[in-house]
């Protein structure tokens, strides 16, 4: 199984400001066929389900403002928020798709 | 616009079971995968199962294989979880979702289900 790690596991973020996610996967989800990375994050909040935010690590979902960014191939990736709103407090989930079982990072809650 | 409602969810005794279902609307049904994700007490996030859009493959997680199923309707655009055998860890909500491929992009509102004697 592919183990996903995310670091911090919170951070605290002034409005306006950026905040930073890390997610690495134990093993590559990048696909050397059609040279694609099977990664995702999802917003998550308390009372709501998951919203997907990005795909192919970097490939932001359609409705998704642009201030949430998606780096990083192979088996180490980022999520970016530059300009931090308060409605951004969430936990986040980096997530495989690269095969089965998916498997999610263990989440960081941001704070505002 | 597309909804996705989940249903099915309460309480159970250890050793029990329970079926989710899961009603789409809105899109194409029978050209999505359709998932179970679930979210339990102060945990993060768990994929439970995946589904094809024909039901000829399913997929889960090791910890529910052999007690929990993942099915379909095309015709009624729905999808199930059957679940036996039910654990306290199995507490949760249950969320249902779809995508083009795995990339699950729509979400139901979730259904909880507490297992407890």
């Known amino acids: 199984d592919i183990v996903m790690t995310q670091s911090p596991d919170s951070l605290a973020v002034s409005l306006g400001e950026r905040a930073t996610i890390n997610c690495k996967s134990s093993?590559?989800?990048?696909?050397?066929?059609?040279?694609?990375?099977?990664l995702a994050w999802f917003q998550h909040k308390r009372g709501q389900p998951p919203k997907l935010l990005i795909y192919?690590?970097?490939t932001r979902e359609s409705g998704v403002p642009d201030r949430f960014s998606g780096s990083g191939s192979g088996a180490d990736f980022t999520l970016t928020i530059t300009n931090l709103q308060a409605e951004d407090a969430a936990v986040y989930y980096c997530?495989?798709?690269?095969?089965?079982?998916?498997?999610f990072g263990g989440g960081t809650k941001v704070e505002i | 616009e597309v909804q996705v409602v989940e249903s099915g969810g309460g309480l159970v005794q250890p050793g029990g079971s329970l079926r989710l279902s899961c009603v789409a609307s809105?899109?194409?049904?029978?050209?999505?995968?359709m998932t179970w994700v679930r979210h339990a007490p102060g945990k993060g996030l768990e994929w439970v199962a995946n589904?094809?859009?024909?039901?000829?493959?399913?997929y889960y997680v090791d910890s529910v294989k052999g007690r929990f199923t993942i099915s379909r309707d095309n015709a009624q655009n729905s999808v199930f979880l059957q679940m036996n055998s039910l654990r306290s860890e199995d507490t949760a909500i249950y969320y249902c979702?779809?995508?083009?491929?795995?990339?699950?992009?729509?979400w139901g509102q979730g259904a909880l289900v507490t297992v407890s004697s």
């Open positions: 192919g690590a970097s």
């Open positions: 809105g899109f194409t049904f029978g050209s999505y995968w």
């Open positions: 979702g779809g995508g083009a491929g795995w990339v699950f992009d729509f």
């Open positions: 093993q590559s989800v990048l696909s050397t066929s059609n040279n694609k990375n099977y």
């Open positions: 589904i094809k859009q024909d039901g000829s493959e399913q």
């Open positions: 997530q495989h798709y690269y095969n089965s079982p998916l498997t």
